[in-house]
């Protein structure tokens, strides 16, 4: 019988799944709470763990061989390795207090936070060292209601200009990204060792337009 893991990377849980060929789930384990690019090395072992303990408990309920496990981690092996930079165009502040940090893209480039709560985080990549002063919500250019990529995060206070460095885009972001409302997806560039290579050039307006008739 061959066995598959599934996790499912929510926001609000880290849930793995051991399924059967067939599709019946033989049990789950549950993680910390936090999305699979955010886990931890202790948080990640704690639901390697509970799977072990899923597995050996439910091949012992139904009589079968304890099978060998091999754990294939998707996206928490490029998760971390991407960076996406920001231009913070506005800064505004609502009647009810929230400060919104407006940047040149959005749920064009990331609609993870839009389609299902994906939760990140962020600092100002020119301004790094300095201290936070205040708590702002980011929000894209899309003129959209759900446009909003990080609900609360500390910043120095931020200035048309600064550029926004939000970790933890390697996967997932780009891939998923399009040219809602003719917003060109932005350039991808490969970092090692002190040295940069384009490796995706910058959409233009032509881009788009080319497919037009």
Do not use: W
């Amino acid at each position: 019988m061959r066995l598959a893991l599934a996790i499912d990377g929510g926001n609000s849980k880290t849930d793995a799944a051991l399924l059967r060929e067939d599709g019946a789930v033989l049990g789950t384990a549950r993680g910390d709470g936090s999305s699979p690019h955010h886990l931890g090395v202790e948080a990640a072992l704690d639901v390697v763990g509970g799977l072990i303990a899923e597995l050996e408990r439910a091949c012992t309920q139904l009589g079968l061989p304890k099978p060998s496990l091999i754990l294939e981690p998707g996206r928490s092996l490029t998760a971390r390795a991407g960076v996406t930079l920001y231009t913070v165009g506005s800064v505004k502040k609502s009647a009810d207090s929230t400060t919104f940090l407006a940047v040149d893209g959005g749920m064009s480039d990331n609609p993870r936070p839009a389609l299902y709560g994906a939760r990140y985080t962020a600092i100002l990549a020119n301004r790094a060292e300095e201290p936070s002063t205040g708590s702002y919500t980011v929000v894209g250019k899309h003129c959209e209601s759900g446009d909003l990529l990080i609900d609360t995060v500390e910043l120095p206070e931020p200035r048309r200009g600064d550029l926004l460095a939000v970790p933890a885009t390697g996967a997932y972001t780009l891939a998923m990204s399009s040219t809602y409302n003719a917003v060109p997806r932005p350039a991808a560039v490969l970092v090692a060792a002190g040295e940069t290579r384009v490796i995706r050039r910058r959409e233009t307006l032509d881009d788009i337009l080319a497919l037009e008739s």
